[in-house]
């Protein structure tokens, strides 16, 4: 009886991270918005979070620059040292986020749903690359961890960067969006201070 109460719940939780994964706008919004209606921001968090959002967003020109999706396995730049360094610069600007709010309690609402969102993700586009590209891809893996970064580089690097591929990718577009959310936060510190 015990294993089918594990298991049930299982079911129930990967189906929750399932629908988490295929809704990620959905399932975001609510969390965003929440983030800006409660919030309570200050100069410094302002400061700091704003920091945070632009050192996110400079991670992810960095990787974006680096991918050329399904194409080739990226294992330079800051691929050599996460594999998901797209999602590691997403948490980062989710922080500073976090941090502009200055609502504790959503932010961390904000980082369950990252965690329910990214969890399924990560582990599928895991088995995707196993997919593309086989043993390339598990010796990488090998050598480089699925989300929290090494601090030094892994051996066996490949490619290099290229604005082509960030323009490609519309990263422009992101940072802008970003900008933009650390003006909002501005304005609701001016409206409200």
């Known amino acids: 009886m015990r294993g089918m109460n594990e298991a049930a719940r299982e079911s129930w939780y990967a189906r929750l991270e399932n629908w988490f994964a295929t809704h990620r706008i959905l399932a975001t919004a609510p969390v965003a918005v929440l983030l800006v209606a409660l919030a309570r921001p200050t100069p410094s968090l302002l400061i700091a979070g704003g920091f945070l959002v632009v050192l996110g967003e400079s991670l992810r020109i960095w990787a974006s620059g680096h991918i050329d999706k399904n194409a080739r396995l990226a294992t330079a730049g800051p691929y050599a040292h996460t594999r998901n360094p797209l999602y590691v610069a997403n948490l980062v600007l989710l922080a500073g986020f976090c941090v502009m709010s200055g609502n504790p309690w959503v932010a961390v609402l904000a980082l369950a ?9 990560i582990r599928e586009e895991a088995r995707h690359m196993v997919r593309l590209f086989g043993d390339e891809y ?22 290099g960067f290229s604005w082509n591929l960030v323009v490609k990718h519309r990263e422009h577009r992101n940072a802008a969006a970003f900008l933009g959310g650390i003006l909002l936060f501005y304005l609701v510190w001016r409206l409200r201070g």
């Open 138 to 159: 598990r010796q990488w893996a090998a050598e480089v961890p699925l989300f929290f970064p090494r601090l030094t580089c892994a051996p066996h690097r490949q490619g």
């Open 113 to 121: 749903a990252f965690a329910m969102i990214y969890r399924p993700v």
